[in-house]
Nanobody
C-alpha cells in the first residue's frame, strides 16, 4: 500500500532554509512521477518540484527554480525538498505526492497524482 508521510516543516525567517522529507512506503509503479505540491491559504494547490523516475528528470515551478532542490534516496525510499532563500510567498502547506507517468511524461497537474501525504506546514516570516 502506497503511503506518503512528510516531515520537516516549521517556521523560519525570510532568507532561511528548510529541508522537507517524505517517507515513501512503496512506489505506485516502477515508473512514477513523485514530487512536492503546496497550497497557501485561499490559493489553488500548485506544483513545486517533480521527479520523473523513468527519465530521471526534474522540473521546478517558476517561483522556486534556483532556490529549491528536489532529490530522492532510493535505498531509504525517501524524497526530499531542500528549500533555500525562503520568502513569505513560500508560506504554505507542503504535500508529497505520487502519480502516473503519461506517455513518458509527468503531467504537472494535481489531478494526475493519486497518492498524497497529509502535508507539513512551512511558515516564513520577516
Amino acid at each position: 500500500q502506497v503511503r506518503l508521510v512528510e516531515s520537516g516543516g516549521g517556521s523560519v525567517q525570510v532568507g532561511g532554509s528548510l529541508q522537507l522529507s517524505c517517507v515513501v512506503s512503496e512506489y505506485p509503479a516502477s515508473n512514477t512521477c513523485i514530487g512536492w505540491f503546496r497550497q497557501a491559504p485561499v490559493k489553488e494547490r500548485e506544483w513545486v518540484a517533480i521527479i520523473n523516475t523513468r527519465a530521471g528528470g526534474t522540473a521546478y515551478g517558476y517561483s522556486v527554480k534556483g532556490r529549491f532542490t528536489i532529490s530522492q534516496d532510493n535505498v531509504k525510499n525517501m524524497l526530499y525538498l531542500q528549500m533555500n532563500n525562503l520568502n513569505s510567498e513560500d508560506t504554505a502547506m507542503y504535500y508529497c505526492a505520487a502519480g502516473s507517468i503519461v506517455r513518458s511524461y509527468c503531467i504537472l497537474d494535481q489531478r494526475y497524482f493519486g497518492y498524497w501525504g497529509q502535508g507539513t506546514q512551512v511558515t516564513v516570516s520577516a
